[in-house]
Protein backbone atom coordinates (compact mmCIF):
# COMPACT_ATOMS: atom_id res chain seq x y z
CA UNK A 1 0.00 0.00 0.00
CA UNK A 2 1.35 3.50 -0.77
CA UNK A 3 1.35 6.38 1.94
CA UNK A 4 -1.07 8.34 0.52
CA UNK A 5 -3.79 5.31 1.08
CA UNK A 6 -2.17 4.26 4.60
CA UNK A 7 -2.64 7.60 5.69
CA UNK A 8 -6.54 7.92 4.24
CA UNK A 9 -6.80 4.32 5.99
CA UNK A 10 -5.30 5.45 9.10
CA UNK A 11 -7.37 9.33 9.23
CA UNK A 12 -10.58 7.14 8.29
CA UNK A 13 -10.06 4.08 11.08
CA UNK A 14 -9.54 7.25 13.47
CA UNK A 15 -12.22 9.16 12.59
CA UNK A 16 -14.58 6.30 14.52
CA UNK A 17 -14.76 6.84 18.86
CA UNK A 18 -15.22 3.00 19.26
CA UNK A 19 -11.98 2.56 17.32
CA UNK A 20 -9.97 5.05 18.65
CA UNK A 21 -11.19 3.60 22.44
CA UNK A 22 -10.14 0.31 21.14
CA UNK A 23 -6.51 1.87 20.47
CA UNK A 24 -6.34 3.19 23.44
CA UNK A 25 -7.27 0.45 25.32
CA UNK A 26 -4.37 -1.44 23.07
CA UNK A 27 -1.66 1.18 23.93
CA UNK A 28 -1.93 -0.54 27.94
CA UNK A 29 -0.74 -3.92 26.05
CA UNK A 30 -2.01 -6.64 24.55
CA UNK A 31 -5.69 -7.83 24.53
CA UNK A 32 -8.37 -10.61 23.87
CA UNK A 33 -11.39 -9.28 21.34
CA UNK A 34 -13.87 -10.51 23.80
CA UNK A 35 -12.19 -8.35 26.54
CA UNK A 36 -11.59 -5.28 24.07
CA UNK A 37 -15.54 -5.96 22.90
CA UNK A 38 -16.44 -5.69 26.75
CA UNK A 39 -16.89 -2.48 27.57
CA UNK A 40 -18.85 -1.55 24.24
CA UNK A 41 -22.59 -1.28 24.40
CA UNK A 42 -22.77 -3.01 20.82
CA UNK A 43 -22.70 -7.00 19.41
CA UNK A 44 -19.12 -8.75 19.69
CA UNK A 45 -20.07 -8.75 15.67
CA UNK A 46 -20.42 -4.84 15.46
CA UNK A 47 -16.43 -4.74 17.18
CA UNK A 48 -15.09 -7.34 15.31
CA UNK A 49 -16.01 -4.67 12.15
CA UNK A 50 -14.19 -1.69 14.13
CA UNK A 51 -11.07 -4.56 14.65
CA UNK A 52 -10.84 -4.82 11.03
CA UNK A 53 -11.25 -1.45 9.98
CA UNK A 54 -8.34 -1.23 12.17
CA UNK A 55 -6.04 -3.88 10.81
CA UNK A 56 -6.62 -2.52 7.63
CA UNK A 57 -5.62 0.81 8.46
CA UNK A 58 -2.64 -1.56 9.96
CA UNK A 59 -2.88 -0.13 13.35
CA UNK A 60 -3.62 -3.34 14.83
CA UNK A 61 -1.79 -6.60 14.79
CA UNK A 62 -3.50 -10.04 15.25
CA UNK A 63 -2.41 -13.18 16.75
CA UNK A 64 -3.92 -16.48 17.26
CA UNK A 65 -3.02 -18.79 20.14
CA UNK A 66 -5.36 -21.83 19.64
CA UNK A 67 -8.95 -20.00 19.82
CA UNK A 68 -7.93 -17.51 21.02
CA UNK A 69 -7.51 -13.99 19.18
CA UNK A 70 -5.00 -11.41 20.91
CA UNK A 71 -4.75 -7.93 19.26
CA UNK A 72 -1.81 -5.30 20.64
CA UNK A 73 -1.13 -1.75 18.25
CA UNK A 74 0.92 -0.91 15.94
CA UNK A 75 2.13 2.33 16.32
CA UNK A 76 3.49 2.70 13.07
CA UNK A 77 0.70 3.83 11.02
CA UNK A 78 0.05 6.64 13.60
CA UNK A 79 3.84 7.83 13.52
CA UNK A 80 3.16 8.33 9.85
CA UNK A 81 0.23 10.05 10.39
CA UNK A 82 1.60 12.41 13.08
CA UNK A 83 4.84 13.09 11.18
CA UNK A 84 2.37 14.21 8.23
CA UNK A 85 0.40 16.61 10.11
CA UNK A 86 3.95 18.42 11.34
CA UNK A 87 4.94 18.82 8.09
CA UNK A 88 1.21 20.22 7.24
CA UNK A 89 1.45 22.40 10.88
CA UNK A 90 5.01 23.85 9.43
CA UNK A 91 4.11 24.88 6.05
CA UNK A 92 1.22 26.52 7.20
CA UNK A 93 2.83 28.25 10.18
CA UNK A 94 5.30 29.34 7.82
CA UNK A 95 2.76 31.13 5.53
CA UNK A 96 0.95 32.04 8.46
CA UNK A 97 4.19 34.04 9.73
CA UNK A 98 5.31 35.35 6.20
CA UNK A 99 1.51 36.89 6.58
CA UNK A 100 2.04 38.58 9.58
CA UNK A 101 4.87 39.52 8.54
CA UNK A 102 3.81 41.30 5.58
CA UNK A 103 1.06 42.86 7.50
CA UNK A 104 2.97 44.51 9.90
CA UNK A 105 5.31 45.59 7.27
CA UNK A 106 2.59 47.45 5.44
CA UNK A 107 1.10 48.99 8.86
CA UNK A 108 4.45 50.31 8.96
CA UNK A 109 4.55 54.11 8.46
Known amino acids: MNAPAR ?4 LGALADPTRRAILL ?3 EGEARVTDLAAPF ?3 LNSV ?3 IR ?3 RAQLVRRRRVGREHLLSRNPRPLD ?4 WIDRL ?3 WSKRLDR ?3 ALEEDDTP
Open 53 to 55: ILE
Open 89 to 91: RSH
Open 80 to 83: EAAE
Open 25 to 27: RLS
Open 41 to 43: DIS
Open 48 to 50: SKH
Open 7 to 10: LDHT
Open 99 to 101: LAK
